[in-house]
């Protein structure tokens, strides 16, 4: 059973816009969220978090927002460059740090120029 | 910089051998983990360890042991490597306590013939 969804496996945005990637999870136990961004042959690396505390969190171009009562996270990037493109893992851990993350499927951004 | 590094980039092996796969992190961190990573499947975790000579079961343990005999130093192995366990394998190490991102090596692509 599927804890972090990301039902989107790949999207398209022209440079410039905004691309929006979507995260929902089912465990209520998750307190902690995390993006990460991925290229091919290379190991994630972490972009951006938010603590169950907050309902959103900037750092940038990118800005992640959660809603606990949806349990539904999103990442925005605004705007989006040629080397957004990759792909990008949404992750949930119920704190402490001690258990792992759970990550979703991921969905592959591909920025259009 | 945080490190965290695999010994290998890419290996090849045959079916029935004994794999080893070596990961070390420079950071202190208690934490550390392996995830292997399939398309459409995301990172599913293996194992961890939040201590040395400690180990606990991810979602998919079978055919997989670790070694954690040194803080630094978390090691993957398959026992008898089959062609199902082609993949790509992903270490990662964080701090205990408190929300924390995990950081990642550059992973490991592993072949078996």
């Known amino acids: 059973d599927q804890q972090v969804k990301q039902n989107s496996p790949s999207l398209s945005v022209q440079e410039g816009r905004i691309s929006i990637l979507n995260c929902d999870y089912t465990?209520?136990?998750?307190?902690?969220f995390l993006w990460y961004k991925k290229y091919p042959a290379e190991g994630p690396t972490f972009l951006i978090s938010i603590s169950s505390i907050k309902d959103k969190n900037e750092d940038g171009r990118f800005t992640v927002f959660l809603n606990k009562s949806a349990k539904h996270l999103s990442l925005h990037i605004v705007p989006s460059q040629p080397g957004d493109s990759a792909v990008y893992f949404c992750a949930a851990s119920p704190g402490g740090g001690a258990d792992g993350l759970t990550f979703g499927k991921g969905t592959h951004l591909i920025i259009q120029p | 910089d945080v490190k965290v590094t695999q010994s290998s980039r890419y290996l090849v092996k045959r079916t029935g051998e004994k794999v080893f796969l070596e990961c070390v992190q420079d950071?202190?961190?208690?934490?550390m983990f392996w995830y292997r990573q399939d398309p459409g499947l995301g990172l599913r975790l293996i194992y961890f360890?939040?201590?040395?000579?400690?180990?606990e079961k991810g979602d998919i343990p079978e055919g997989y042991s670790v070694s954690r005999e040194k803080k630094e130093r978390f090691s993957l192995i398959l026992e008898s490597a089959s062609t199902n366990q082609t993949s790509m394998y992903l270490c990662?190490?964080?701090?205990?306590?408190?929300?924390?991102?995990?950081?990642f090596g550059q992973g490991t692509r592993l072949t078996v013939v």
């Open positions: 990662a190490s964080s701090f205990q306590g408190g929300n924390t991102e995990a950081f």
């Open positions: 950071m202190d961190h208690e934490n």
């Open positions: 360890s939040y201590d040395v000579k400690m180990k």
């Open positions: 465990n209520s136990m998750f307190d902690y």
